[in-house]
């Protein structure tokens, strides 16, 4: 900017406001306003402005040389608490931003970071709930952001965005994109679906996959009432009156039939009784005849 216009520098933190005042004298900077606002309110308290960058805050995985603890004293929770944050920011720093500047309308967005979950997958969320668009860097050095890696499918755009690894460039870990605003507006629900299911390949399948199966399904139901098979319309029809009484007379037929069945149980009993007991004193009169005759012959 070379000192012209105005840069608006702002910390969430008041007591990091006196270093960045400090640095700002030492390098010359005399364009420069130094504010203490909380990121989000910047959309209600100032917008407009021709360029954003957001230097957001991060997990810092990116300089575990210069400090190993970050290793241990963050987990999976967190970093995704830190993610939310972030997305969050993004939005606020595109909504601060105006789409119709001359000279402007680009927001960068950059980490310390080498997480997935901090870069990509905050700057895929912003493409899906914005109107804006990844443009290129303008750095040559960097390797490009994962288009997919892992579970995660990201916009194929985000091949533009570039990764700095301590390894591979001799610097600490870096993550940066660069988005154009194209209009204020902000994308409705199914502008958000679309997007999601289009960057997705994954979920696309998924769907035809779905389709398939229930055409099947259909194709099976047709293929039942064409041979013959039960439908609506029988399970439907009513019995005319003449069956209704015809019915009726069999069901009653059938009750009294049932009632003298159980009327007539109790004289069959005892007439099954009277035949055995007729049949226990016969066989008894034989025995007595025998038992005489051997009395007989033994005298």
Known sequence: MKNTGMLLSNDASKERTKALTANLHRLGVNNAVVCNYDGLAFPRVMGNFDRVLLDAPCSGTGVVSKDPSVKQSKDESEILKIAEMQKKLLLAAIDSTDHNSKTGGYIVYSTCSVLVQENEWVVD??????????????????????????????????????????????????FVAKLQKLSATVKTVKEVEVKSQTSDGEEEVEEGDDDEEMNGVENDEEMNDESGGLTDTDDEKEPSPGEEEKEKDSAGNGIIEEAMEVSESPKNAKKEKRTNSKKVKKSKIPNQEKSEESQSSTT
């Not at 994962?146 to 499918?153: C, E, G, P, Q, V």
């Open 125 to 174: 969320y912003a493409l899906k709930r914005r109107h804006v668009k990844l443009v290129n860097v303008g750095v040559d050095i960097g390797k490009d952001g994962f288009t997919r890696i892992n579970k995660y499918r990201f916009d194929k755009s985000m091949s533009l965005t570039k990764r700095y690894y301590p390894h591979t460039h001799n610097m600490d870990g870096f």
